[in-house]
């Protein structure tokens, strides 16, 4: 089982829609949990950590479910501007805070 | 200018050829690393550094070796270069006492090895 996994994708919406992405991991005893977006042949960028008690951004939001082990990334009234690749990305808690990088899911948002 | 440059962008060569891959911060992070991103894989590290007088092997260092030459510089070579180490390279910083171990990437440096 790989230790981060995602959806590739793509999702394709259209502007306004909502949409929601979600991640698993492996490893039950990861702390800290976050969401990179990664234009196309550009660098990964933090996008925003995730808590357990949720957290919300503008138009984004995630979530986090322990007992579940997964997260997710809600994102509404999609814009043109978030066409872009998401990374879930999870903190290991080794001893240097190793941080695993999901594949990535590809969002189109169109016209 | 961006906090982490990445030289060359570009770069294609022939298989056996040594190449280096360099990486330069201006953020003042004392941890660097070098990942490689392969289409359908996640980003995987290749080595990290956490000062100038500490390297580590990350997942997939065979094949490669690092030169941490300052606090703001690191470098990646690859000694003799194989087809399957074409794939696009990143360089990274942190600071430990970031909130969220945050990473800053550079703009990656895409080679193609013939």
């Known amino acids: 089982r790989k230790e981060v996994e995602q959806d590739p994708g793509p999702f394709n919406v259209p502007e306004g829609a909502t949409v929601a992405f979600n991640c698993t991991y492996s490893?039950?005893?990861?702390?800290?949990f976050f969401w990179y977006r990664q234009d196309c042949r550009k660098e990964p960028k933090l996008l925003m950590s995730?808590?357990?008690s949720g957290n919300e951004d503008g138009r984004f939001t995630a979530q986090l479910n322990r007992a579940s082990q997964y997260i997710s990334l809600l994102i509404r009234d999609s814009k043109l501007s978030d066409s872009a690749t998401y990374l879930c990305?999870?903190?290991?808690?080794?001893?240097?805070?190793?941080?695993?990088f999901g594949t990535g899911t590809r969002l189109l948002v169109s016209p | 200018d961006a906090d982490v440059t990445q030289t060359p962008r570009n770069r294609i060569t022939k298989t056996g050829k040594r190449i280096m891959l360099e990486c330069s911060q201006t953020?003042?992070?004392?941890?660097m690393y070098w990942y490689r991103q392969d289409p359908g894989l996640g980003l995987q590290l290749i080595y990290y550094?956490?000062?100038?007088?500490?390297?580590n092997k990350g997942e997939i260092s065979d094949g490669y070796s690092v030169s941490r030459q300052a606090q703001a510089k690191f470098s990646l070579s690859l000694e003799s270069a194989i087809p399957n180490q074409t794939a696009l390279y990143f360089c990274?910083?942190?600071?430990?006492?970031?909130?969220?171990?945050?990473?800053?990437f550079g703009p990656g440096t895409r080679l193609t090895v013939l």
């Open positions: 990274a910083t942190s600071d430990p006492g970031h909130l969220n171990n945050e990473q800053f």
């Open positions: 990305v999870v903190n290991m808690n080794t001893g240097f805070q190793k941080l695993v």
């Open positions: 995730v808590y357990s």
């Open positions: 550094s956490f000062d100038v007088k500490d390297i």
């Open positions: 953020k003042g992070h004392d941890r």
């Open positions: 490893n039950s005893a990861s702390q800290s």
